[in-house]
């Protein structure tokens, strides 16, 4: 039986901790005086936390408060370069990687185009991104804290990667081939899980309580967040809903279903249908690139195949709206750059199939973190990890 931890004077002493750490984290510059004021800390506490974060270097402080007449207040602030996060997004067929400080900024920012799926190859080029973006790091005193990773499958709560079945990745463990690599901790997530937690934090669904993420790449994969945390079912795999049957009798999956929504709705679906007009004769390259410059001069075929795509996202949202009644669905990943021709055909669908209470309640956002959302979130993982015995929750 787990020992519960009691309130002892140790314990007092690090939620006082991080009740500072965490005022002046979200708050700051604030002053001492402010702290003590906004947290009923008597000042000799406060002026003890504070002396001991400004020793970890997690804060700093600057004489630039305004005066009431007397000496000018010394403002505190979070030191957010004090240490710096790797965050990866392991796409199907790209690598895209950010340095970001403690605060979710992004320092440096990398891309890579993956042309296979084999597993040594892909460590190899990972690997090699992840060197260049801890080489570009500046100085600092805690260096590179954590690297996070979201992946395109199922992860335990391990971190170790069940399934990936764009990948065709089976009981991956990619956290110890990391750890053993660089000797710096390491989170492993599904990329949409990651993608929400970005989202949540910096993006689309701030400041909201109850928010699905979908992310439409290569496949479909969704992240959960209820009452501001994140929910991964009992195993930690929920969220798979782009594994949703849509079409009873529909195409074989790789996940070895039939008639998945991401077969239909997808950025593989919609460079397949591409590939079966007269579009693939061109000389061009068929990609989302070119669909984009193709639907910006007006191209009715690639419009048309939009407007297509944007429909059988709607019928897969009209179902996860249904169930779940969030308050905000935030659509993510590379799909959500043809907002300008899917959204209104996404938006007809949910006005033909919804309740009235469930259209009423419910809105639908496009990224704010676009492509970024995954690799922001999977660094704000490591972030977390890292600062998590500055902010010791009671509940």
């Not at 400080?101 to 992004?106: A, E, H, K, Y």
């Not at 809105?363 to 704000?380: M, Q, V, W």
Request: glycine share 10%; proline share 2%; charged share 20%.
């Amino acid at each position: 039986m787990q020992k519960l931890q009691t309130g002892d004077h140790n314990l007092v002493k690090q939620i006082n901790k991080s009740i500072v750490f965490g005022l002046i984290e979200s708050k700051g510059p604030m002053s001492r005086a402010q702290i003590s004021k906004n947290t009923g800390l008597n000042k000799a506490t406060v002026s003890t936390m504070v002396s001991e974060l400004i020793n970890d270097s997690f804060v700093y402080e600057i004489e630039a408060g305004q005066s009431s007449g007397g000496r000018k207040p010394v403002m505190l602030y979070f030191n957010n370069h004090t240490g710096y996060s790797i965050g990866i997004d392991l796409g199907v067929n790209y690598i895209l990687g950010v340095l970001t400080d403690l605060s979710g900024n992004i320092i440096e920012e990398t891309t890579r185009d993956l042309n296979g799926i084999e597993f040594d190859y892909v460590i190899e080029n990972l690997i090699s991104l992840v060197e260049a973006l801890i080489e570009k790091a500046p100085q600092s005193t805690y260096g590179i804290i954590g690297i996070g990773v979201g992946v395109p499958g199922n992860v335990d709560k391990e971190d170790k990667i069940l399934f990936a079945p764009n990948l065709k990745w089976k009981q991956v463990d990619l956290k110890q081939v990391i750890e053993n690599k660089f000797n710096i901790p390491t989170k492993i997530e599904n990329e949409a899980n990651a993608g929400s937690h970005g989202e949540r934090l910096y993006g689309a669904g701030k400041n909201i309580s109850n928010i699905i993420y979908i992310s439409i790449g290569i496949g479909i994969g969704t992240g959960i967040i209820i009452n501001n945390d994140l929910y991964t079912g009992s195993s930690g795999i929920s969220g798979e809903m782009g594994h949703f049957t849509i079409e009873a009798n529909g195409r074989k999956c790789s996940c070895g279903n039939r008639g998945c929504w991401e077969l239909y709705a997808s950025e593989s679906a919609l460079l397949r249908a591409a590939e079966k007009h007269d579009l693939s004769k061109k000389e061009h390259k068929i990609d989302l690139d070119y669909l984009i410059n193709e639907a910006q001069i007006g191209n009715t075929e690639v419009l048309q195949l939009l407007n297509t795509l944007g429909e059988n996202i709607g019928i897969g949202l009209t179902n996860i709206v249904n169930t779940f009644n969030p308050e905000v669905v935030v659509i993510g990943n590379r799909i959500a750059q043809f907002e300008t021709w899917i959204a209104n055909p996404i938006d007809h669908v949910l006005e033909e199939r919804l309740s009235t209470y469930h259209k009423d309640s419910t809105e639908i956002r496009f990224s704010k973190l676009g492509k970024r959302s995954c690799a922001i979130g999977a660094s704000s993982f490591s972030i977390s990890m890292f600062l998590s015995d500055k902010r010791v929750s009671v509940r």
